[in-house]
């Protein structure tokens, strides 16, 4: 397990409240939530990220050269 720090930031009143309130109806420590919830969102914008990558690269697709033609002009 990673090794807890702490993190101080500001945070609108209005969503500290509803994280404290979703926390207690599910019986879950706001740490954890939190930590969950960034966990989340970076994955998210990662995955995203990814795939425009792949709608980009797929167009790029027919230029590139065969792995095996590559390692032949190599000598591998």
Known sequence: MSKIMSFALKV???TIKSV???????????????????K?????DEMFEDSGDIM???YEEPAATPLEEYFEKRGI
């Open 12 to 14: 609108p009143e209005d």
């Open 56 to 58: 980009r690269l797929r």
């Open 20 to 38: 404290k309130k979703f926390c207690n109806e599910k019986g879950m420590k706001i740490g954890m939530f939190v930590s969950q919830a960034i």
């Open 40 to 44: 989340e969102k970076i994955e998210r």
